[in-house]
């Protein structure tokens, strides 16, 4: 049995400014990635990972599919950019900003208080730094990844936020967090 | 528990990741079928006892539509092939000739053909 956890618990937080552009077509296109480098200044990920730059990440969401972080105010100017650039290549370039909701996730035993609610393996050779992993927390689809073991990040559907939150506030009561990782 | 590999993602994938689509390569039966045809494609489904090739799709995940071989009794996984394909390739294939011999595959003359 592992024994219980002492000391401060994980923290959720909503963030308010952060921009997403769901981006659709042929991930394999060279006019898609160097359009990708030149606007946003962040290289295309492989399968599976994040790639971050500054204030800009970029997601790995299906073999057709990237998801772009970038700064609320610049969401507009980087579509318009991005259309530009791919000119009359098949692509769908979308602000999802509204529909989807971004937390951060602070503290200690993230891992812990995760691996209740979802089936991925946790584990720190499994998942790793880099790492965009989509899958479900509770009965919802969400995605995770890390930018140190204290800092992680959650994203989920915007309609759904509101369970996320209740579900982690549950799962991350002091004296209620088995030590496993 | 089942687990499957999502040939697009690579990842493996938990069963409760997953929803089951039922049975993989249907033959489209289109207005010029005669009836007993397309009540075939539309309701008439194989139930093995055995190896079943299933199209399931990553919905917490990716969202794609992806083809798996395994076997009901023992449910052991012979392996995950992308969906744009007609039969079960022949990698996949292989593993389950290796894996059963004669009588022991599960193969009928109905579904034979499947695998052939």
């Known amino acids: 049995m592992a024994k219980a956890t002492v000391g401060s618990t994980p923290k959720l937080n909503l963030l308010d400014d952060v921009g997403m552009i769901l981006f659709r ?10 359009a990708i480098v030149e606007v946003t200044g962040v290289k295309v990920p492989v399968r599976g990972k994040i790639s971050t730059e500054d204030q800009t990440s970029i997601a790995w969401m299906s073999p057709d599919e990237l998801l772009l972080f970038v700064p609320l105010e610049r969401v507009g100017e980087l ?3 991005l259309n530009h650039k791919m000119g009359e290549e ?55 990844w890390f930018e140190s073991e204290t800092k992680w990040f959650m994203i989920c559907r915007r309609s759904e936020a509101e369970y996320a939150q209740q579900l982690f506030e549950v799962s991350s009561k002091p004296g209620e967090i088995p030590s496993v990782f | 528990m089942l687990k499957l590999v999502c040939p697009y993602c690579g990842i493996e994938a938990d069963e409760t990741e997953l929803v089951s689509g039922g049975e993989a390569h249907l033959k489209r039966e289109g207005p010029d079928s005669t ?24 919905a917490m995940g990716c969202g794609k539509w992806f083809h798996v071989a395994r076997c009901t009794v023992t449910q052991e996984v012979f392996g995950t092939y992308p969906a744009q394909t007609l039969k079960p390739p022949p990698r996949i294939m292989e593993v389950i000739k290796s894996r059963r011999t004669g009588q022991e595959t599960g193969l009928n003359s109905d579904n034979a053909e499947k695998f052939s």
């Open chain 1, 25 to 34: 077509g042929d991930l394999k296109s060279k006019t898609l990635q160097d």
């Open chain 1, 79 to 81: 579509i318009e950019d």
């Open chain 1, 90 to 144: 098949d692509t769908l370039i979308w602000d999802i900003s509204d529909l989807r909701s971004v937390f951060e996730i602070e503290g200690n035993f993230i891992r812990e208080v995760l691996a209740k609610n979802t089936p991925i393996d946790l584990n720190k050779d499994k998942m790793r730094k880099g790492t965009f992993r989509r899958t479900r927390f509770g009965q919802i689809a969400v995605a995770f």
């Open chain 2, 35 to 58: 009836d007993d045809d397309f009540e075939g494609y539309l309701f008439l489904r194989e139930n093995p006892k055995g190896i079943i090739l299933e199209r399931w799709r990553h």
